[in-house]
């Protein structure tokens, strides 16, 4: 008995550990993006960002109305791009979950996805406008929603690029918490 559970142990503890031959397969179904590859296309934008180190003037808008603008020097682009992660639509329990319209996209046009009626999802759409000829986005529209018994919440998100580069963003929303009154924001942001 004493012997078996040793064994046991040995094997579980075996287990447990890479080994120095462990390959990672990669799901083929994973790697290409269904829909179009926001996490691709705003890691790449970080990246240039990162490399130019532009400053940028926001502009926020507060609870009376009055708008504040403040010049940042340096800024933390995976950060300050996060909420527009947010948007990615290609996870795999997202596949299929969206109408395209057009359902052809090639060279130029707008590229638009809807969530399907009775899909779970916070993405509600997301649009794609590239420049004509090319590939190059010019605008990248998306609106994201939470809502339930404690809590909603609705984000309306705009980056807008030019010849393949981020020159602005915006971010508008409403938050709305079950006995409180609705949150409103807005932030918009351009880099220099």
Known sequence: MRSSWLLVSLLLLGACGPGEDTTV??????????????????????????????????????????????????????????????????????????TITPSAYSAGGVQRYARKPGVEGTVESLTINAANGTNQVQELTAIIKQDNALFYSEKKLRLSCTQGQITSYEVTGVQKLVLFDSVRYSVRTRVL
């Open 25 to 98: 397969r990669l799901n083929p179904a994973n790697r290409k993006p269904g829909y179009f590859d926001v996490k691709g296309f705003l890691d790449q934008q970080v990246a240039l960002l990162n490399q130019r180190k532009p400053a940028v003037d926001k502009q926020v808008e507060l609870r009376n109305g009055q708008l504040e603008t403040t010049r940042v020097a340096q800024t933390d682009w995976s950060k300050e791009l996060q909420i527009f992660y947010q948007a990615d639509i290609n996870k795999p329990a997202l596949r299929n979950a969206y």
